[in-house]
């Protein structure tokens, strides 16, 4: 059985506050912790009720009972696991950088980390207001693509005025993307507010906004979600 240490520690990590503390987070299902388990990253404790066939001090088998009381899911997977928060790398400028501002929806900044892992983006740098993508819906949505983004949370105006990289940004009164000749190097702004997109003091670093035009004939949709126009942009980088 758990025991009630082990119980609080697991279900603490579902706030940052107590992730930043004790340098923890947790990961559900089987094929993203094995994902994770094949990553440079390092495992606290594997809590499952079918054996990993690992290190035994490291893996616990517990009953189902048990997994739905320290399981973060309405329907519990058969495991749940805790690794160490790795120490935060330096961002690399070079290539395609995406930059996020202010993205606070979880499912939205664990779908940007899957993009930039299938378009080849290395370096995904967030505000610090963008949520924490240790927290477990932004882990759930990665489905194992965190091990391989480097994530950096700065402070977005300084990243922005000290690269020489061009600086691009979405608005929706920028060129259209499909007719720009668009370069292999460069940061990516995308804002995290539907309604506002990109801040205003973020937006007076951006050096080329760019757009992505609307086809319907009643021109009635105001804005696409920040995920889906994150793809259609990096998609018309990488086409180039």
């Known amino acids: 059985m758990l025991s009630k240490s082990q119980i609080k520690l697991i279900t603490s990590l579902k706030q940052k506050k107590y992730r930043q503390d004790l340098g923890f987070f947790v990961v559900e299902g089987v094929k993203t912790i094995k994902e994770l388990l094949a990553s440079n990253l390092e495992l606290h404790a594997l809590y499952t009720t079918e054996s990993f066939n690992i290190d035994a001090k490291d893996e616990v088998l517990i009953s189902e009972t048990d997994l739905k009381r320290i399981s973060f899911l309405k329907t519990p997977n058969t495991a749940l696991a805790v690794?160490?928060?790795?120490?935060?790398?330096?961002?690399?400028?070079?290539?395609?950088i995406v930059a996020l501002?202010?993205?606070?929806?979880?499912?939205?900044?664990?779908?940007?980390?899957?993009?930039?892992?299938?378009?080849?983006?290395?370096?995904l740098v967030c505000s610090k207001a963008t949520v924490d993508c240790f927290n477990p819906k932004v882990i759930q949505a990665t489905?194992?693509?965190?091990?391989?983004v480097n994530i950096s949370y700065v402070d977005l105006e300084t990243f922005l005025k000290d690269t020489d990289l061009p600086v691009f940004g979405a608005f929706m009164d920028g060129e259209n993307v499909y007719k720009k000749q668009l370069p292999q190097h460069g940061v990516l702004v995308m804002g995290g507010n539907e309604a506002n997109g990109v801040s205003k003091a973020v937006e007076a670093l951006i050096t080329e906004k760019i757009s992505i035009p609307r086809f319907g004939d009643l021109q009635a949709t105001e804005?696409?979600?920040?995920?889906?126009?994150?793809s259609i942009l990096i998609s018309e980088f990488r086409r180039g």
């Open 101 to 123: 501002d202010d993205v606070r929806d979880p499912g939205n900044l664990g779908t940007i980390i899957r993009l930039c892992d299938w378009f080849g983006i290395k370096q």
């Open 143 to 148: 489905m194992g693509s965190i091990t391989r």
């Open 223 to 230: 804005s696409l979600n920040v995920a889906t126009a994150t």
């Open 83 to 96: 690794f160490k928060i790795p120490e935060q790398t330096p961002v690399e400028t070079k290539g395609l």
